[in-house]
Antibody
Framework: QVQLVESGGGVVQPGGSLRLSCAASGFPFSSYGMHWVRQAPGKGLEWVAFAWYDGTNQYYRDSVKGRFTVSRDNSKNTLSLQMNSLRPEDTAVYYC????????????WGQGTMVTVSS | QSALTQPPSASGSPGQSVTISCTGTSSDVGGHNYVSWYQQHPGKAPKLMISEVSKRPSGVPDRFSGSKSGNTASLTVSGLQAEDEADYYCISYAGSHTVVFGGGTKLTVL
């Protein structure tokens, strides 16, 4: 079935690094743009990053530019998010999401993976 | 990348209609027809309810409708049902291949 499964979350100290993965199945992964969206505990949704269908271009929210890198391996149907120089304010559930049509329309979401940045 | 403005809460009785607003600027909501709406129940991933201002994906009840006027988009839920109680988020294209979410609205069915 069509699904996205995130992994790689955990507890990390401020300044540390973490790599999230998102495994896709049930749809032609290489045909769709993919996004990362996060949600801090008890807070709203926040868009984080976007990778074009072929991985040639990536875009980020200002607060993670230079620290986060989104990439994809279309041969393995996998999306990744490398997070460096982590800050307490990066603590959140991180979701990967598949583009549906146009900008901001995501029709498939993963279950999310929790990232906690704390000393 | 300032968040779009949504009312923190909204409510209505079963069978009634409720409208949730989402206000941005001419750089986001007002400048593009890429506004979507999501429903999120506690502990669950968001669900796409409306895309491109007013389009309903397959499987979404026609009780949900979207519209836009100027810099403000709106989601209307007609014939409120208990299962509609959830958080609702708008999102808009904000230029340069980026998007921005609203702060979210908690919808209570009285």
């Amino acid at each position: 079935q069509v699904q996205l499964v995130e992994s790689g979350g955990g507890v990390v100290q401020p300044g540390g690094s973490l790599r999230l993965s998102c495994a896709a199945s049930g749809f032609p992964f290489s045909s769709y743009g993919m996004h990362w969206v996060r949600q801090a505990p008890g807070k709203g949704l926040e868009w984080v990053a976007f990778a074009w269908y072929d991985g040639t271009n990536q875009y980020y929210r200002d607060s993670v530019k230079g620290r986060f890198t989104v990439s994809r391996d279309n041969s393995k149907n996998t999306l990744s998010l490398q997070m460096n120089s982590l800050r307490p304010e990066d603590t959140a559930v991180y979701y990967c999401a598949k583009e549906y049509t146009g900008y901001g329309a995501f029709d498939i979401w993963g279950q999310g993976t929790m990232v906690t940045v704390s000393s | 990348q300032s968040a779009l403005t949504q009312p923190p809460s909204a409510s209505g009785s079963p069978g009634q209609s409720v409208t949730i607003s989402c206000t941005g600027t001419s750089s986001d909501v007002g400048g593009h027809n890429y506004v979507s709406w999501y429903q999120q129940h506690p502990g669950k991933a968001p669900k796409l309810m409306i895309s491109e201002v007013s389009k309903r994906p397959s499987g979404v009840p026609d009780r949900f409708s979207g519209s836009k006027s100027g810099n403000t988009a709106s989601l209307t839920v007609s014939g409120l049902q208990a299962e509609d109680e959830a958080d609702y988020y708008c999102i808009s294209y904000a230029g340069s291949h980026t998007v921005v979410f609203g702060g979210g609205t908690k919808l209570t069915v009285l």
